[in-house]
């Protein structure tokens, strides 16, 4: 989990929002965008303070990222940092006169180099007669969080900073919104237990492949998913004041093209933390609540000073029912491999399941658009 503390333009408050995400499904980015104070990019730890809130705090030095598309546009803070002389630890990229070259870095590429399997020229070939690639996709950087120009002033407090929010992010390119609010605290655990995510050249097998992975920490997991689930149950019910949780999805895709920019999640960001501070309205729908048209398109014009088509919005925030309603199916051949299964979690299923299909029925369709909700 990330923690990343949120500092809306023109408003004097930090909101510290934490987010959990597969590798390479934008969780290194989203504690980057521009403007924010960053305490950690990799780990949280949540404990139940006196005052009854959920406090958060990083117990590491440095932040560890997937370097491939990392560009001084899309990733400004970053592209600097790791631009600059400092203290730096680069993997599978290529090296010449001391200088580093990384997949889509938005720089032209030397001719050779040193690379992952070692000397590189352009003209090399694969065995299949391929063009041999200078860097590898699954390159990685490594530097301090104290070198970072948007550290956050208390990144080293003992007692951590306090919890507002927390995103679960997965990669989908036919169905999650790019973001979402759930209910309450039980329906935002049910969100990112059946989180699922493609996957990429930094996850082991196949590129593309749709897999589970629950809270985007199923690597991690040492105690049974029922006793887990729990846990974040048990967690919630303790807190006077619980943070809202969110889902997010930077990915999804018309006819093979992304629908949304990278540097879009800065608007996402900001609804999140408004949503926060009951500043902006949302439309209830079956998977949770999504923002209104109005106040993305203010969003998108005061941070990017750029419209925000209400044709692009309905695309973005359709529900896809038929695609849920499968991924719903998903999850219950997983879970159901799965003993003691709090009976919290269960309803859950069930209950998102039957919002799913009265939707359905009453609209008659697979697709509904946000503006018929």
């Known amino acids: 989990m990330f923690i990343l503390g949120v500092v809306p333009e023109g408003k004097e408050r930090v909101t510290y929002i934490s987010g959990a995400y597969p590798s390479a499904c934008g969780k290194t980015s989203t504690a980057m965008v521009p403007g924010q104070m960053i305490l950690g990019d990799d780990i949280a730890y949540l404990r139940k303070a006196e005052n009854g809130k959920a406090f958060a705090v990083n117990v590491e030095q440095g932040i560890f990222g997937i370097i491939q598309d990392v560009n001084a546009e899309d990733d400004p803070l970053i592209y600097k940092t790791i631009r600059s002389p400092g203290e730096l630890i680069f993997s599978n990229i290529l090296v010449n006169d001391n200088n580093p070259y990384w997949l889509g870095m938005g720089e032209d590429i030397p001719d050779s180099g040193f690379n992952f399997a070692g000397e590189w020229e352009k003209s090399n070939l694969d065995e299949k007669g391929n063009s041999f690639p200078f ?188 695609n849920h309603l499968d991924r719903i199916d998903r999850i219950e051949a997983v879970y159901n491999e799965e003993p003691n299964l709090p009976q919290l979690f269960i309803d859950e299923i069930l209950a998102q399941k039957k919002r799913l299909s009265d939707a359905r029925s009453k609209h008659g369709t697979d697709v509904i658009l946000p503006s018929g909700i």
């Open 135 to 322: 860097a590898h996709k699954n390159a990685r950087y490594t530097i301090r969080i104290s070198e970072l120009s948007n550290c956050d002033p208390k990144l080293h407090d003992p007692n951590g900073v306090p919890l507002s929010g927390i995103i679960y992010g997965g990669r989908d390119s036919d169905t999650n919104p790019p973001v979402i609010q759930s209910f309450d605290w039980k329906h935002g655990v049910f969100m990112g237990a059946i989180l699922e995510s493609e996957t990429t050249a930094a996850t082991l097998g196949a590129e593309g492949e749709v897999k589970h992975n629950p809270m985007a920490n199923l690597d991690f997991l040492v105690v049974p998913m029922g006793t887990y689930i729990e846990n974040h149950l048990k967690f919630g019910e303790s807190l006077d004041d619980t943070p809202l949780i969110f889902s997010t999805n930077y990915f999804l895709k018309e006819n093979g093209e992304f629908l949304n920019e990278k540097i879009d999640k800065k608007v996402w960001l900001m609804w999140m933390e408004g949503r926060i501070h009951n500043e902006f309205d949302a439309i209830s729908t079956p998977i949770g609540f999504i923002p209104i048209y109005d106040d993305l398109s203010k969003l998108f014009s005061d941070i990017f000073q750029k419209g925000f088509s209400e044709s692009l919005y309905q695309k973005l925030f359709s529900i896809r029912i038929k």
